[in-house]
């Protein structure tokens, strides 16, 4: 069976740290672009990072620089989600998909989602 799975979300307070993992079967990441969406109450959707794995590119919203990281475990065929200093505005339903990459870049489309995993940040 293809599919992806978040976990690693829960409950943190401002300043603390999550690691979110998305891991997938039935299908290999090598060179597909991955990317973690999250969609909060009332708000659409945004793009928080990305990896492209078949040339390394990552991409952030700007609001997560510095604060947030990206990785993957090829082994594992899991891409990982380092968010550090965390924010009550993080709070927020995070998703990951995959697809295949564009050069220097994500995916134009995403043919693999996972059903989300909820972080919430409390001040």
């Known amino acids: 069976e293809v599919q992806l799975v978040e976990s690693g979300g829960g409950l943190v307070q401002a300043g603390g740290s999550l690691r979110l993992s998305c891991a997938a079967s039935g299908f290999t990441f090598d060179d597909l672009a991955i990317i973690w969406f999250r969609q909060a109450p009332g708000k659409e959707r945004e793009a928080v990072s990305c990896?492209?794995?078949?040339?390394?590119?990552?991409y952030y919203l700007d609001s997560v620089k510095g604060r947030f990281t990206i990785s993957n475990e090829n082994a594992k065929n899991t891409v990982y989600l380092q968010m550090n200093n965390l924010k009550p505005e993080d709070t927020a339903v995070y998703s990951c998909?995959?697809?295949?990459?564009?050069?220097?870049?994500?995916?134009?489309?995403?043919?693999?989602w996972g059903q989300g995993t909820q972080v919430t940040v409390s001040s």
């Open positions: 990896l492209n794995n078949r040339d390394s590119t990552t």
């Open positions: 998909a995959a697809g295949h990459p564009v050069v220097e870049g994500c995916a134009v489309e995403y043919d693999y």
